[in-house]
């Protein structure tokens, strides 16, 4: 794992208690080219406030660890 995906998985910890209290969580698909790509699962992988919960929460905590970041995109 790079030095860039650790941080990403330290970002995604300190929000997966607030994920895993709505019944979801997120998984770290891959980071390249200053884009993250992550899996929602559980219940956010339905729920319809998902994309507020992905900029305003996932994306947001992450490009805190990691500033280069431009983008992080849900995937299926």
Same mark, same amino acid.
């Given at each position: 794992m790079t030095v860039a995906e650790v941080k +990403?998985?330290?970002?995604?910890? $300190? +929000?997966?208690?607030?994920?895993?209290? /709505? #019944? #979801? /969580?997120?998984?770290? +698909? $891959?980071y390249e080219n200053k884009v993250v790509k992550l899996r929602l699962l559980g219940a956010c992988s339905t729920c319809s406030i998902s994309h507020l919960t992905m900029k305003a929460g996932v994306e947001e905590s992450i490009k805190h660890m990691l500033p280069e970041v431009e983008s992080v995109l849900a995937v299926e």
């Open positions: +990403i998985e330290e970002a995604l910890e $300190s +929000i997966r208690p607030f994920l895993q209290k /709505d #019944g #979801g /969580d997120v998984e770290l +698909i $891959s």
